[in-house]
């Protein structure tokens, strides 16, 4: 009997572009076991370590034998918390049903595709942006749509270019604000825009704000309080 022949990979999985960063993070790591002085510019992490505080509470909740499985959606107390704080920075109203705990901000778009938008389905993304987000989109089934932006709008779409791209197939529009890597920022009023127009057409807007709290001067604005 022959042996059997390695599965092959999923199409997906044989076209998905590597993530360059990883790429140039290993690359300059190794520069740094090598002896080079590296700063680091590739990865979205800052230049110091963990706040001891957040340290000394992971030690005492391990040492208290907090190791098992919490709810899928995350603890919650910890949800109202979230929730809470929407309240007290956005003057949002979250019902603390509605927010999910992730493994980042990654899980959580993934999710938020997986529940929002089908296999063939289109979802408009800003180009330039986030390098993964098409991939994300890609393993969905779905259909990465490039919305190109311009200096001349601070490198984040308009309404009226969202509606100009929107087709019968498009389903979502994945915008981040702050952006990655432009790092501008959606006015509140462009935002409410095209929130408007989305939902006019039974769509979905997918929010990305990671560096919310990364902001100089006025205080981003989240599209939570806009519902």
């Known amino acids: 009997m022959s042996a059997s022949a390695e599965p092959a990979l999923s199409d997906f999985a044989q076209v998905v572009e590597p993530f360059r960063v990883m790429d140039i993070l290993d690359r300059a790591q190794a520069a740094e076991r090598a002896g080079r002085d590296i700063i680091h510019l590739e990865v979205g992490e800052p230049d110091f370590v963990t706040p001891r505080g957040v340290v000394s509470a992971g030690e005492i909740a391990l040492a208290a034998g907090e190791t098992r499985y919490t709810p899928a959606h995350g603890r919650e107390k910890l949800r109202r918390a979230i929730a809470q704080d929407y309240r007290n920075r956005h003057a949002a109203e979250v019902d603390p049903e509605r927010v999910v705990v992730t493994s ?3 899980a959580a778009i993934l999710l938020a595709l997986a529940a929002g938008v089908n296999p063939g389905e289109g979802v408009l993304l800003p180009d330039p942006g986030y390098a993964c987000n ?3 989109v890609a393993a969905r089934g779905a259909r990465p749509r ?3 932006v311009s200096a001349e709008d601070a490198w984040q779409p308009t309404a ?3 509606a100009a791209a929107w087709s019968d197939t498009t389903r979502a529009v994945l915008l981040a604000s702050p ?3 432009t790092g501008t920022c959606l006015s509140r009023e ?3 825009e095209i929130v408007a127009v989305v939902e006019a057409r ?4 997918i929010m990305d704000e990671i560096y919310g709290q990364l902001v100089f001067g006025e205080p981003e604005r989240s599209a939570a309080a806009l519902h």
């Open 202 to 205: 039974g769509g979905l807007v």
């Open 160 to 162: 009226d270019a969202v």
């Open 179 to 181: 952006a990655n890597p």
């Open 190 to 192: 462009t935002l409410a």
């Open 134 to 136: 098409r991939q994300f």
């Open 146 to 148: 490039p919305l190109v």
């Open 104 to 106: 980042g901000a990654s």
